[in-house]
Nanobody, 121 residues
Framework: QVQLVESGGGSVQSGGSLRLACAAS????????MAWFRQAPGKEREGVAT???????NYADFVMGRFTISQDNAKNTLYLQMNSLKTEDTAMYYC???????????????WGQGTQVTVSS
C-alpha cells in the first residue's frame, strides 16, 4: 500500500523560504509521476508542480521561478523548495503520486495528508 507523508510546513513571513518533503513508501513500480498540490480555504485544490522518473518537471505559472520540485530516489523522498513566498501561497500542501508517466496535473491516485504553509505579511 502506497503511503505518502508530508513534512516541513510552517509559518513564515512574506519573502521567506520553506522546504517541504514527502516520504514515499509501498510502491510496486519504479516509474511514477510525483506532484505537489495545494488547497487554500474556500478554494479548489490546484496543482503546483510535477516531476517524472527521469527528472522532467512541470510548474504552474504562479510558482514559476520561485518553487523547485526535486526528488531523491535513493531516499524515496520528494521535495518542494519554496522561495520568495507570498501571502497568497498560504494553503495546505499535498504530495501526490501516480504510476508511470505524468499527464500534466491530472490522474493522481495516491495522496498524502498534507502539511500547512502559512505566509504572513
Amino acid at each position: 500500500q502506497v503511503q505518502l507523508v508530508e513534512s516541513g510546513g510552517g509559518s513564515v513571513q512574506s519573502g521567506g523560504s520553506l522546504r517541504l518533503a514527502c516520504a514515499a513508501s509501498g510502491y510496486s513500480y519504479s516509474d511514477r509521476c510525483m506532484a505537489w498540490f495545494r488547497q487554500a480555504p474556500g478554494k479548489e485544490r490546484e496543482g503546483v508542480a510535477t516531476i517524472d522518473s527521469n527528472g522532467g518537471t512541470n510548474y504552474a505559472d504562479f510558482v514559476m521561478g520561485r518553487f523547485t520540485i526535486s526528488q531523491d530516489n535513493a531516499k524515496n523522498t520528494l521535495y518542494l523548495q519554496m522561495n520568495s513566498l507570498k501571502t497568497e501561497d498560504t494553503a495546505m500542501y499535498y504530495c501526490a503520486a501516480r504510476p508511470f508517466q505524468c499527464y500534466g496535473m491530472k490522474y493522481f491516485v495516491n495522496w498524502g495528508q498534507g502539511t500547512q504553509v502559512t505566509v504572513s505579511s
